[in-house]
């Protein structure tokens, strides 16, 4: 004990004596941050809905490249072949070496969770559950960082080995991409990785229902931390010539794969796969098969509604009554309203989310963020002093950006576009969903047509903007534009968007679309034309 | 059975004083066999050397008998217990100096010397080791910045940090400037003056004459004599070496026909040559001298030395 002890002091001593090990374990971590805070600076709730995916990154760095380069480096300069002349057993230079690890994790993801505190982040909503969820999570990738040690010869092996595991992680392991925008099979593959459950557990304790609802995420993570280790533990090598400590040595690794294929098999099996998945991005890609549950009737609500139960959706955004009737009185339910995404600023008012009649004991806990103000019960009743009052037009994304572009009154497409384009405006004003009788569907459905070729980078996209401007002012009366904009800015995921599914008859291509996304687009592009109709664009803005 | 007990105690004692027993020791590399039925007892107290030139398998049947390398066959005892079945027990009794000295960049004298203390149940106060290996000044050093000689005196303190009844020294001196390797010898006299046995590898013969008691001299995976230096060199057929300095130039080919001489290089005046017959050729030389009328200035023979004998030895062998 005193050994694994001391060891565990040194490893730790050691570590924050190197430069290069504070770099990767600390700075790193806060860029990814930093990047994040930059790519996703439109949302409302800053950082929250993106902290799972941060933590995993930074402990999957830590394990992949941080574990394994220590121990790898070490063994290479022969200091554990000096351990080995000492009585000290295997396990308890492992246990330590893990131990060190862990702790190092865990000041990083703390620092981590400062930092995105300090730029806004509501506090997590299950603290404790969090913490427990990260020594799952780091018990999974630690396990993985060990048989990467056992694995490879030399650093440059480590370095070799970790981009093999890291990269695929980020891009289809469900970290950095979204899975509802990997292909089908990709999807499939994903259910394979640790990092996908790594992500959804520690987001599900920071803006979901907490550790309870993680039972799959956590299982998984035991048993390929499980797998890892007992791989990593049998292939212990004290020298870097000791190939394998036996010839069967080798085999071992095969546990480790063994575990990954019985949590993506099992994934499979159980149905956890893209259509049915929990994550906000799978609900809202397959809308009809994700219903959104709803409280049982009695039963206090929970604080955030039926969101925090199905997906890790910041508990900020709640649903208003409105939302609530709208989507209990739907045969096939909306889409969860993970309107996590909206671009619309910070201090915009979330919609209140308990139930005026509920008992002051059964209301939302203190962490959960309510409206401080009531809003209005309908787009009907929708004032400029709610519009003033609710969203600011500053901090808008740049017209000639890459999100929500819309081209300036002086600007010419090129030839292929302009013939789009032109089709477009000659057949927008017949186009049915255009027509559709309830306003602000109408609406919502005419925002789509400028959304989607941004979501998709079309070239027409700046045009098809300014086109969508044009005809709704056109067709919808001032008063009821503002109005629906207004409604759509603060409720994206409401309504329909089988519009998008009609853009063929105005040319667009049939390819899928990240429905999510293109709601939230849909919604920036409203708060851009209400800028505009009200006169309350900033300087300089077009 | 009284003469029964008397020899049963007499292999009792004869076991107790022996620090390190190997016995048919055998290690193989894929197709390469370094140690080949390598047998050899350490006494209690004595500095023993395993000699041989690199890649012999002296490093190899060290780091068996240490528990660092598993054997293939053989039997190994050391402090009385057999190290492949108490490999723990072994490692609490004994300390090592491996070849390589391998630490953490920024680990200070102090630290490792606390850290390894902390693998032993005996331990010496490091504050003492640091005294003892002259590194009191470096102790908060990192050990990226000490000397090589300093990093050396570490890993010999490390070595004593659980106060050893055996140490094995692997080419301690190894890359050493001759002052380190003076200061370590004297290290390493102080141990066997201090009661503790130690078993050295070395390829540097003076080395292994000047330190150890007995030597045992390993050439491609096999002990190919063993016993002390003195004992080697009054075995050994080697030749000893004659140097004849003359006040005129000689003929070689007036000598070239003496009988017993063997390389001989003549340069102006000075003429070298080894004989294995001492006696009867250098007297056979000076009758050749004198008869030319030649004046003598010097004359040297010397015996061989281990060096000597560990060539002809391990020349033999490979020959073999």
């Known amino acids: 004990m005193q050994a694994a002890l001391q060891q565990l002091r040194i490893s730790l001593t050691l570590h924050y004596r190197n430069k290069m090990a504070l770099i990767y374990s600390y700075l790193f971590p806060l860029i990814f941050l930093l990047a994040f805070y930059v790519l996703y600076r439109y949302e409302r709730v800053v950082l929250a809905r993106h902290m799972g995916e941060l933590l995993t990154v930074s402990v999957l760095g830590g394990a992949c490249f941080g574990l394994p380069t220590t121990m790898?480096?070490?063994?290479?300069?022969?200091?554990?072949?000096?351990?080995?002349?000492?009585?000290?057993?295997?396990a308890t230079l492992v246990l330590s070496v893990i131990a060190a690890r862990y702790l190092i994790l865990l000041?990083?993801?703390?620092?981590?969770?400062?930092?995105?505190?300090?730029?806004?982040?509501?506090?997590?909503?299950?603290?404790?559950?969090?913490?427990?969820?990260?020594?799952?999570?780091?018990f999974a990738f630690i396990g993985l960082g060990l048989v990467m040690a056992m694995m490879a010869d030399n650093v440059p092996a480590v370095q070799a080995l970790g981009q093999c595991i890291f990269l695929p992680m980020l891009i289809i392991g469900g970290i950095a991409v979204p899975i509802a925008t990997l292909p089908d099979w990709a999807q499939h593959l994903s259910q394979f990785f640790p990092g996908r459950y790594a992500v959804q557990a520690l987001q599900a304790c920071i803006v979901g229902p907490g550790l309870g609802k993680t039972g799959f995420e956590l299982l998984a993570l035991v048993i390929i931390g499980t797998g890892g280790t007992i791989a990593g533990a049998k292939m212990f090598r004290w020298d870097a010539q000791q190939r394998f400590a036996r010839r069967s040595g080798k085999a071992w690794i095969s546990v480790a794969v063994l575990a990954w294929v019985i949590v993506g098999v099992l994934a499979e099996s159980r149905g956890y796969t893209p259509a049915s998945a929990r994550s906000s991005e799978d609900s809202v890609a397959a809308p009809a098969a994700t219903p959104a549950p709803t409280p049982e009737p009695g039963a206090p609500a929970p604080a955030s509604a039926s969101v925090q139960e199905c997906s890790?959706?910041?508990?900020?955004?709640?649903?208003?009554?409105?939302?609530?009737?709208a989507?209990?009185?739907?045969?096939?339910?909306?889409?969860?309203?993970?309107?996590?995404?909206?671009?619309?600023?910070?201090?915009?008012?979330?919609?209140?989310?308990?139930?005026?009649?509920?008992?002051?004991?059964?209301?939302a806990p203190a962490n959960t963020v309510t409206l401080p103000h009531p809003t209005p019960p309908s787009w009907q009743a929708v004032t400029v002093a709610d519009i003033e009052r609710d969203l600011v037009f500053d901090r808008l994304p740049s017209d000639s950006g890459i999100v929500t572009p819309i081209a300036r009154d002086e600007e010419e497409p090129d030839p292929d576009t302009s013939e789009h384009l032109r089709f477009i405006q000659e057949n927008l004003p017949s186009w049915q969903p255009g027509k559709v009788a309830d306003p602000v569907q109408r609406v919502r459905n005419m925002l789509y047509v400028a959304a989607v070729p941004d979501v998709q980078q079309q070239p027409i996209e700046r045009f098809a903007a300014q086109a969508v401007f044009y005809q709704l002012q056109q067709d919808i009366p001032k008063d009821q534009l503002i109005k629906a904009l207004y409604w759509i800015?603060?409720?994206?995921?409401?309504?329909?968007?089988?519009?998008?599914?009609?853009?063929?008859?105005?040319?667009?291509?049939?390819?899928?679309?990240?429905?999510?996304?293109?709601?939230e687009r849909a919604a920036i592009y409203g708060v851009k034309l209400l800028g505009r109709l009200l006169g309350k664009l900033p300087r300089g803005a077009s | 059975m009284v003469s029964d007990r008397k020899s049963l105690a007499v292999v009792f004692c004869k076991a107790a004083m022996q620090k390190v027993v190997v016995k048919e020791l055998e290690k193989r590399y894929d197709n390469v066999l370094a140690a080949q039925r390598?047998?050899?007892?350490?006494?209690d107290g004595e500095i023993f050397g395993l000699l041989g030139p690199n890649g012999s398998g002296k490093t190899t049947t060290l780091e068996c008998v240490i528990g660092l390398r598993q054997p293939d066959a053989g039997y190994i005892e050391v402090c009385g217990l057999d190290?492949?079945?108490?490999?723990?027990?072994?490692?609490?009794k004994i300390g090592a100096v491996l070849q390589t000295i391998a630490l953490q960049d920024k680990i200070t004298p102090r630290e490792a010397l606390a850290l390894f203390a902390s693998f032993y149940k005996r331990t010496a106060a490091a504050s003492e080791l640091l005294d003892r290996f002259s590194l009191t000044e470096k102790a908060d050093a990192s050990f990226d910045s000490l000397s090589a000689g300093q990093r050396q005196r570490l890993a010999v303190a490390l070595a004593f940090v659980n106060n050893p009844e055996l140490i094995f020294l692997d080419e301690p001196t190894s890359g050493l400037d001759p002052q380190s390797r003076r200061d370590l010898h004297g290290e390493i006299v102080r141990m066997k003056r201090d009661g503790h046995t130690v078993l050295l590898t070395t390829h540097n013969i003076d080395e292994a004459e000047?330190?150890?008691?007995?030597?045992?001299?390993?050439?491609?995976?096999?002990i190919i004599a063993s016993g002390p230096p003195r004992d080697l060199i009054a075995a050994s057929t080697s030749a000893q070496s004659v140097l004849l300095r003359t006040a005129q130039p000689l003929d070689p080919k007036s000598l070239a026909v003496i009988p017993g001489i063997e390389d001989l290089v003549c340069e102006n005046s000075t003429i070298t040559f080894r004989t294995k017959t001492a006696g009867p050729t250098l007297s056979a030389v000076m009758k050749v001298v004198n008869d030319l009328g030649v004046e003598v200035l010097e004359l040297h023979a010397r015996k061989a030395r281990l060096e000597d004998v560990f060539l002809a030895l391990t020349a033999e062998d490979s020959q073999q």
């Not at chain 1, 969770?113 to 780091?138: N, R």
């Not at chain 1, 989507?327 to 308990?354: C, F, H, M």
């Not at chain 1, 409720?491 to 599914?501: Q, R």
């Not at chain 2, 190290?83 to 609490?92: F, I, L, T």
Request: include cysteine.
């Open chain 1, 72 to 90: 790898v480096s070490e063994r290479e300069r022969g200091v554990w072949r000096r351990y080995r002349l000492a009585p000290i057993a295997t």
């Open chain 1, 107 to 138: 000041t990083a993801g703390l620092l981590q969770l400062a930092v995105a505190l300090a730029m806004g982040m509501p506090w997590p909503q299950h603290p404790v559950d969090l913490w427990i969820v990260f020594t799952f999570v780091s």
């Open chain 1, 312 to 325: 890790p959706i910041p508990p900020v955004l709640t649903l208003s009554e409105a939302e609530k009737k």
């Open chain 1, 327 to 363: 989507a209990a009185g739907k045969a096939a339910p909306a889409p969860a309203p993970s309107n996590a995404r909206s671009t619309i600023p910070n201090d915009l008012p979330q919609v209140e989310a308990v139930p005026p009649e509920k008992p002051a004991a059964e209301k």
């Open chain 1, 489 to 519: 800015a603060l409720h994206p995921t409401e309504g329909d968007d089988k519009a998008v599914g009609d853009l063929w008859a105005l040319r667009f291509t049939n390819d899928p679309v990240d429905l999510e996304q293109t709601r």
């Open chain 2, 38 to 43: 390598v047998s050899f007892a350490i006494e």
């Open chain 2, 83 to 92: 190290a492949r079945r108490h490999p723990k027990a072994v490692k609490e």
């Open chain 2, 210 to 222: 000047q330190l150890c008691d007995r030597i045992a001299i390993i050439d491609s995976g096999r």
